[in-house]
């Protein structure tokens, strides 16, 4: 076991409490129900007493979040430790459950008062539609399988964090081992992604057994909810009220349509330039001209440094901010044995400060993912001055706006760690990852579609179908001969489709606006950022068609907008390939 302290409970709460007692144990779970119990019990007689009434839940529903984030975030820093992994579980399986009905009868409570006393119809709007929907899909039957689901995910980050291959002496995590990847040697590529591919398939039954477990307990919540399918219940539980399923699968043929043959132009340029018969999946991360992988950093307080200079360089504000979470111990970058994959920024709702938790490895992609986790820092700083709890987040879709937007305004100060050879060479794999990534959203989303839409399937036939997109959304650009195993199980590394599904098209939705503010940002730099933060501002008190606007990008994900950013990215692909 490793010893890794993450201590987030001295982080100040953003204003004094008012409704939740300061002594309280919110951990507890006869203290927090009690005081669910009170706002439930509490009586309503006026429009002034409701929105008081609104304030106090949103301060207890912020508090309670804030309990459960920082579980999380210590079981995730830290999966191999028990204690830490037992208390997490403890809050999922027994407090959280509990919870939960107090919630829909607060939901009612709502409902019934609005009628009685009317609030400011535009403010409310999206709150009003968010708490209907809620309403309408709670069923106290599914609360069980919730949970059970919470412990599957649990168990998918347990198994993922204990990942590790002996390489060159040394015991190595799968995100460690990602950085050979980069070597110019083909040789030693070659074996990173072997090993890194065949330690996946070790446990390639358990992961199939826990996503298994989770599909037939989703389809079942579905089915209680009177809901044809998850599909529809997980687009309502999201709270997507401006686009539809339909549009999600236009977005796929659009993506076949305009970006894959860009794609297999990319592919054949780097198999050309790297002097290759065929490419192979080891031969994707290195340098296209073969040059040796950039090393923007030797140790994480460098990245945080550095990146900190972006955000001063870019704007004093983020600056500021980004320095206070360094000062408050709110980073958690280095990737070790133990730490869950991936990275994330989650929100200590109480405190309304942002928490960054990644897997950096000394290179080029890391510098990426703390400017993407930054911009959705710098969202949640934006928002904490909303009175309701709710609409301290905004849509998923623009939560990724913020993150992506920055990646690409951050790169325009990439200065502080590179030469301007190197500059070129970052944002050339940056643009490369642009063009990657929209295809891999689709084909996510696309396979999503076909899992809950086929509830009986077998695992022999969802690797079926997963074999058939890949083929369809990727082609024949890549030789994937004797290693078809390892290729037909690449989704499991997709901790989406485990832990939060159908929570994919948000990226390809987000990338297109994010490509529309980098655009803005090139014509004026200043205009472009005062938009971007006001946009943020506003949290969730909007839909995407107003927040879109508000940031001064379009609300659209059809082939009418792609085309034209799609054309934009070949160009600077073009500029930065001479």
Known sequence: MTEHSIDLQ??????????????VCLSNREEIINLYKKLLIREVRSQEELEAWLEDRSELDAAFDQVGTILYIQMTCQTDHSEKAEAYKEFIQSIIPAVKPFIDQLNKKYLSLCKQFPLNSRYYEIYDQTIQ?????FRDKNIVLQTKIDLLSQQYQTVCGAMTVEYQGKSRTLAEMGKFLLEPDRTIRETAWRLIAQRRLKDKEALERIFSEMLFARNQIAHNADCPNFSDYQFRVYHRFDYT?????????????????????????RQKNLGLKELRPWDLQVDPMGHSPLKPFQEVGDLMTKVHQIFLKLDANLGAQFKEMMNLRLLDLASRKGKAPGGYQSTLAEARKPFIFMNAVGIDQDVKTLLHEGGHAFH?????????????????EFCEIASMSMELLG??????????????????????????????????????????????????????????????????????SGIEEEKAYLWHRQLHIFEVPFYYIEYGIAQLGALQLWLNYKKNPQKTLNSYRESL???GSQGLPELFQ???????????????????????LERLSV
């Open 411 to 480: 790169e325009e100060q990439l200065d502080v760690f590179y030469n301007d050879h190197d500059i070129k060479r970052s944002r050339l794999n940056h643009f490369e990852d642009i063009i990657e990534i929209l295809i891999w959203v689709a084909l996510i989303d696309a396979f999503q579609f076909w899992i809950y839409e086929h509830p009986a399937h077998s695992p022999e036939e969802r690797k079926k179908v997963w074999l058939t997109l890949y083929q369809e959304f990727n082609g024949d650009g890549v030789d994937w």
């Open 133 to 137: 929907t809620d309403v309408e899909l």
């Open 550 to 572: 508000t940031a001064g990008i379009h609300f659209d994900f059809s082939e009418k907008t792609i085309a034209p950013l799609i054309s934009a990215v070949n160009k600077e």
């Open 380 to 396: 949640a700083l934006a928002a904490a001055g909303q009175r309701l709890y709710l609409y301290r987040h905004a849509p998923m």
């Open 537 to 539: 501002i506003l949290g």
């Open 245 to 269: 399923p339909l549009e999600c699968r236009q977005y796929h043929q659009s993506i076949k349509n305009l970006v894959l043959p860009l794609w297999k132009t990319v592919l054949e340029r």
């Open 10 to 23: 001295g982080i100040p709460s953003y204003q004094k409490r008012k409704f939740v007692p300061e002594n």
